[in-house]
């Protein structure tokens, strides 16, 4: 039942708290019948108001695609929203430095991400849009959320601008280099390492039986969207993570070991 809330302040609710880095209650704890369709409303309006104050897309993250972390969120469905230029960096090299000023109880994702050199149509096979894409990469997501203790449902998540905080975006490799993109990316296996200890590992297939697979669904989702958010030549897309998401603290080193050669791993300093 709703509790008669006014969805119409959480746009500006939701970027308060995105630009100041505080925490506000979960949206649905306040609103029972808010839905994963109210949910991207709110995220469209927000999008349209970073759009006005003169923020760049860059493209989208998918997030939730790991089957394995859905009982640990309580989240049991992939959820998407825009990449920005303020929040995106394609690396030079396999090193970048990271702040957490500005994030709220953020952790870090190991994916894999992809660039679009034309714009796709849904109902494709995975060899289809593979021809759509320039390259693949692997790349690390800081993850956020302004909800306490990542206590949250699948609509909150979406209006919290898919919990995206940063994007990291390795060296970038041509995906002709690749002649089964979607088997070869499924079976990447990843290891992840804090301070020089291996903390998890995981294999591409658990991302909706692999990252090129989980960007075929995210597609034919996008194109059934309400909102129709355009999927541009350019537009980088990451996939979601192969690892859960791990809490970052000031101090530590992350790095990545991954298991083709053809893609680098990353290393992440964490500051202040």
Request: one cysteine or more; charged letters at 20%; proline letters at 7%.
């Amino acid at each position: 039942m709703s509790t008669g809330m006014d969805r119409s302040t959480l746009p500006a609710e939701l970027l308060a708290a995105y630009d100041a880095a505080t925490l506000m209650p979960p949206i649905t704890t306040r609103d029972a019948s808010f839905s994963m369709a109210d949910a991207f409303v709110v995220a469209d309006q927000a999008r349209a108001a970073r759009l006005a104050r003169g923020e760049r897309p860059l493209g989208y993250k998918i997030g939730f695609t790991n089957r394995s972390i859905w009982p640990l969120y309580g989240v049991h469905e992939p959820i998407w929203g825009p990449v920005w230029d303020t929040t995106t960096q394609l690396l030079d090299g396999a090193s970048a430095v990271a702040t957490l000023a500005g994030l709220s109880q953020p952790r870090l994702e190991p994916e894999i991400a992809f660039g679009f050199a034309a714009t796709p149509r849904a109902g494709m096979t995975l060899a289809e849009l593979a021809g759509c894409l320039e390259w693949v990469a692997h790349s690390f997501e800081i993850v956020h959320t302004h909800f306490e203790a990542w206590r949250f449902k699948a609509p909150d998540t979406v209006a919290d601008f898919a919990l995206h905080g940063r994007l990291f975006v390795g060296p970038r490799v041509p995906v002709g280099r690749f002649t089964d993109l979607a088997g070869d990316l499924a079976a990447l296996t990843v290891e992840l390492r804090r301070d020089g200890d291996v903390v998890d590992h995981g294999e591409g297939r658990i991302v909706l039986d692999g990252p090129l697979n989980a960007l075929r669904l995210w597609v034919d989702a996008m194109f059934a969207q309400p909102q129709r958010w355009p999927i541009r030549p350019g537009d980088v897309v990451t996939t979601g993570t192969i690892t859960d998401a791990w809490p970052l603290l000031p101090g530590q080193l992350w790095e990545t070991r991954l298991g083709d050669a053809r893609l680098s791993g990353l290393r992440l300093q964490v500051t202040g």
